[in-house]
């Protein structure tokens, strides 16, 4: 079974950039997509970013758009989020998930999930 570990979360003054990283281990077959997720506390999981395995295409919510940017390294089963111009509004446990083929933003066609790392932007 595929095993996600997240890095590279902190704390971070707005205006600021961080990069997430997200290593796939455990298992010899990808899924045919990645994708981060956050949460808030008190709020439920949402959507941030999403890439393909195979041509790489990407999906951004409209919060994130034209400030983060998530891109993968297929050798190394590794994918990347960097996260520039941060807001306080950021702030969250920032999830990877491994999953099939559907709706790239509909958390439940990821079935393998890290177990978060957490990101802090101070005004």
């Known amino acids: 079974q595929v095993q996600l570990v997240e890095s590279g979360g902190g704390l971070v003054q707005a205006g600021g950039s961080l990069r997430l990283s997200c290593v796939a281990s455990?298992?010899?077959?990808?899924?045919?997509?990645m994708a981060w997720f956050r949460q808030a506390p008190g709020k439920g999981r949402e959507f941030v970013a999403a890439?393909?395995?195979?041509?790489?295409?990407?999906a951004y919510a409209d919060s994130v758009k034209a400030r983060f940017i998530i891109s993968r390294d297929n050798a190394k089963n590794t994918v990347s989020l960097q996260m520039n111009s941060l807001k306080p509004e950021d702030t969250a446990v920032y999830y990877c998930?491994?999953?099939?083929?559907?709706?790239?933003?509909?958390?439940?066609?990821?079935?393998?999930w890290g177990q978060g790392t957490q990101v802090t932007v101070s005004s």
């Open positions: 998930a491994s999953g099939r083929g559907g709706y790239y933003a509909d958390s439940a066609i990821y079935d393998r």
């Open positions: 455990g298992r010899s077959i990808r899924s045919d997509a």
């Open positions: 890439i393909r395995w195979s041509g790489g295409s990407t």
